[in-house]
């Protein structure tokens, strides 16, 4: 049987990652995931949509892909921007942000590894795609 | 006041900010606009009830960053309580607990701070 996916198109408009999380938690729901699981895949999607948004320099519109699996949902979220090296972003300490003329922002990439179970990044000049996997807790 | 201040109000000489809805860079603007006024003022403790914000983003807690590095310069402190679970986590994996405080209720988080 064909495995059910959830396709979002989002404009880069304001607080559109927030129509994200409405559909994350529909299909959470659906898959019976705990509140703690549903929280953590809509913080996370919510720090994809942001990067996206921001980061990829283009006007065209991201999309959202939720994979509904037997064992782990998977969120795809895809922008055709200008892509990023991952290597060169640098995990951030709040340590070293606090008292420094450091910039206070670049947490997405950390939330979103440790919020979610496995995270791919996948980038050219072309478009990146973010692939973040939730297994499902039995 | 806007849309995402609820209110704010005073106890023992703690600013208490109570909060609505999403925390984004609005949001997050929005309370430090209140308590760098209130730091201009003399006041330096700070309590946010986000029993109204569900959902957060980098963005707007990287402002309540900004908010503690001001707090440091005058020996204040911030602290906040009702929070959601995934609030609170985010606020830990991003170390906010280090340099602020978590409580669970108004009664905790204003005689703890």
């Given at each position: 049987m064909k495995k059910p996916v959830v396709e979002l198109k989002l404009p880069i408009?304001?607080?559109?990652e927030l129509i994200a999380t409405q559909t994350a938690e529909v299909v959470a729901r659906h898959m019976d995931l705990s509140e703690e699981q549903s929280g953590e895949i809509s913080m996370a999607l919510i720090e994809a949509c942001i990067n996206a948004f921001e980061h990829?320099?283009?006007?065209n519109n991201v999309f959202i892909h939720f994979l509904i699996e037997e064992d782990s949902l998977i969120v795809k979220v895809i922008d055709q921007g200008i892509g990023f090296d991952k290597t060169k972003v640098e995990i951030p300490k709040i340590e070293n942000k606090?008292?420094?003329?450091?910039?206070?922002?670049?947490?997405g990439l950390q939330l979103i590894q440790e919020l979610m179970d496995s995270v791919e990044f996948e980038s050219n000049g072309e478009g990146t795609t973010v692939t973040m996997k939730k297994n499902i807790k039995n | 006041m806007n849309g995402f201040i609820k209110s704010t109000k005073e106890i023992n000489q703690i600013v208490i900010i109570e909060t609505d809805g999403y925390l984004n860079n609005d949001g997050g603007l929005a309370i430090s606009t209140i308590c760098y006024e209130k730091i201009d003022m003399g006041q330096t403790k700070f309590l946010i009830n986000?029993?109204?914000?569900k959902v957060v983003n980098s963005i707007g807690v990287s402002i309540l960053i900004e908010i503690i590095e001001k707090l440091q310069e005058v020996d204040g402190k911030i602290g906040y309580y009702n929070l959601a679970p995934i609030v609170s986590k985010t606020f830990n994996i991003m170390g906010l607990t280090k340099y602020s405080s978590v409580f669970e209720t108004e009664d905790e988080a204003v005689n703890g701070l």
């Open positions: 408009l304001p607080n559109m990829s320099k283009t006007e606090i008292g420094k003329n450091e910039r206070k922002r670049g947490w | 986000m029993a109204g914000t």
